[in-house]
């Protein structure tokens, strides 16, 4: 017996009016149970929303572009009464603490991620790139933040860049704020315009060009993941006073180690990357040295101090940038690490990771070893107080106290809030990592 079931969009955290980028299924397809009917593509993802039984599609109510939330009905579906009733059955069932989306119970995941985002408040939300502890663009009236008629996602993204919702004329229905309202707001102020209330100075605008006077041009929009980030990315790097500590590690040992080993690593389904013992080695030296894995306080006089070591690293992939995070890293041994940078690159590169895989880093890796260059100034990933950027290895001749000698170098570049970190402790750390980085032993035991 069939029974006509409404299929809707299943909890997808604090995301509201997502876009539809992709209709896998028409009316009449026969689908089973997990197979992809839509994706969806928020600012940090793409997601598919699975069939949550087989059965037959009888209407699909949504189109490509459409923008749906939880709850939105996306298709009618004709399904096995018993089928259906089991599969409703096991998804009433309680979530693991560790899956529960942050959105779905503020509570729980106050408790779970207590310090992740502090722009958000002392007890933190779920995380995501931040710039909120100076105030980029004004500071935040709590109450009148409060009564701002805008959605959570909206709130989210505003806290994210520093802006007071009382200062944002809202251009949606009934004068609700956008998430374009918010954008349109922060380019005003870096244009050094008024926005809305405010007459506070923002920088110096940057001169106009007509360039076609020079010759022929071509005008191309930038990628998605260029408008999300470049905001972000311009608000740390004029909010966060950079410092940035360069040296190398003789990674020689630790090369020899890892080539011996790539034949076991095989047979285990795991390739063995350089990428894999650095994280390790970060994780020894957060040990060592914790304030390197804390965060600036909503009041930018106190700090956050985790108890956890979520390792954010760089992924390049076809559409830009994005940061995957291997979290309880400090819990993994290299070879787990290893498999876990497999599958996370993976999805990163097909555009399939989940929003919580890139949530909630507590210190980031930027490697451009696979690329090449040597020293760079990698910036900050707020609420993060750091990041490690990491260059080509190369040979070079060493001085052992008689000759000199050919040795693997890894060149490492640190970036640090200098509000937090000085910088005899930015060296401390970057000579604690090349002893780790150079004693392959001690990475592997674990």
Known sequence: MTTELQVKVPDIGDFD?????????????????????ITLETDKAAMDVPAPYAGKVVEVKVAVGDKVSEGSVILTLAADSDAAGAADADAA????????????????????????????????????????DSKPVHAISEAGFAKAHASPSVRKLAREMGVDLRRVKGTG?????????????VKSVMAGQSAGASSGTGLPPLPQ????????????????????????LHASWVNIPHVTQQDEADITELEQRRQALKGKATEQGVKL???????????????????????????????IWKNYMHIGFAADTPNGLVVPVIRNADQKGVFEIAAELAELSAGARDGKLKSEQMQGSSFTVSSLGGIGGTFF???????????LGVGRSRHAPVWDGSAFQPRLMLPVSLSYDHRVIDGATGVRFTSFLGKALADPDKLLDF
């Not at 729980?108 to 310090?115: F, G, I, K, N, S």
């Not at 900050?380 to 107080?385: A, K, T």
């Open 273 to 303: 990357t350089p990428l894999a013992f650095i994280i390790r080695a970060v994780v020894l030296t957060l040990q060592e040295y914790r304030v390197f894995n804390t965060s600036m306080g909503a009041d930018a006089a106190t700090l």
């Open 93 to 132: 069932q309680p979530e693991q603490p560790a899956e529960a989306p942050a959105a779905a119970a503020p509570a729980a995941a106050a408790a779970d991620q207590p310090t992740e985002q502090p722009a958000e408040q002392a007890a933190g939300a779920a995380a995501g790139p931040a710039v909120t």
């Open 377 to 387: 100034t990698p910036i900050i990933n707020p609420p993060e107080v750091a990041i």
């Open 17 to 37: 009016a997502v876009e539809i980028v992709e209709v896998m299924v028409a009316a009449g397809d026969e689908v089973a149970a997990e197979d992809s009917l």
């Open 209 to 232: 060009v007509n360039f076609v006077k020079f010759g022929s041009v071509e005008e191309k929009p930038l990628g998605r993941i260029q408008k999300i980030s470049g905001p972000r």
């Open 173 to 185: 229905a009934k004068q609700r704020i956008t998430a374009d309202d918010v954008k349109g707001f």
